[in-house]
């Protein structure tokens, strides 16, 4: 299976930040990369697909970049309601996998 | 409007069986796959399985293979998910999920959740 790894695996960031998470692939998997959203108690939500690809309604301060092994999401001026799990996710083998998650907190 | 409704879930004991149910509506069921994913005590995310969109390709993750089964009632426009000789760290929360294909598979509307608990 492909793997996925995060950093960093927790973050403490301020309301304006810019916060810049990245995940690896242990193996080539193109652009086959999406970012997801997660607040406890909620439905995970979609934020960029394609590695790079802003989904409908996600503000736009939300940007993806990559490919290859390597992907970054970033967070262009953090907002209260940004805080919150991100997880990584590949889609080029037919077995999904996840990162481990990045959790961004309040400093 | 698309909504995946989830039902199922509950207390089991180890080794017991447990079906999870996810009614979809908004959009043509059979033109999509359609997938669980877990999220387990103090971890994250972890894909579980999923019924492709046509034919009957079915796949999961190596930590349910034989013990998990996903299917799909076409008619009723609902997915399941069996899961038997359930395991203390299979609970958690189980979500279904919609798959599009734009770019890549990704999920773009997912389910409420149900909790899992795998207890003695």
């Known amino acids: 299976d492909i793997q996925m790894t995060q950093s960093p695996s927790s973050l403490s960031a301020s309301v304006g930040d810019r916060v810049t998470i990245t995940c690896r692939a242990n193996q080539s998997i193109s652009n086959y990369v999406n970012w997801y959203q997660h607040k406890s108690g909620k439905a995970p939500q979609l934020l960029i697909y394609?590695?790079?690809r802003l989904e409908s309604g996600v503000p736009s301060r939300f940007s993806g970049s990559g490919s290859g092994t390597d992907f970054t999401l970033t967070i262009n001026g953090l907002q209260p309601e940004d805080f919150a799990a991100y997880y990584c996710q590949q889609s080029f083998s037919t077995v999904f996998t996840f990162g481990p998650g990045t959790k961004v907190d309040i400093k | 409007e698309v909504q995946l409704l989830q039902s199922g879930g509950g207390l089991v004991q180890p080794g017991g069986s447990l079906r999870l149910s996810c009614e979809a509506s908004?959009?043509?069921?059979?033109?999509?796959?359609m997938a669980w994913v877990r999220q387990t005590p103090g971890k994250g995310l972890e894909w579980v399985s999923a019924?492709?969109?046509?034919?009957?390709?079915?796949y999961y993750a190596d930590s349910v293979k034989g013990r998990f089964t996903v299917y799909r009632d076409n008619v009723k426009n609902t997915l399941f998910l069996q899961m038997n000789s359930l395991r203390v760290e299979d609970t958690g929360i189980y979500y279904c999920?919609?798959?599009?294909?734009?770019?890549?598979?990704?999920?773009?509307?997912w389910g409420q959740g149900s909790q899992v608990t795998v207890s003695s």
């Open positions: 999920a919609k798959e599009r294909f734009v770019e890549c598979r990704h999920f773009d509307y």
């Open positions: 394609g590695a790079s």
């Open positions: 019924f492709g969109g046509s034919g009957d390709s079915t």
């Open positions: 908004g959009f043509t069921f059979t033109g999509y796959a």
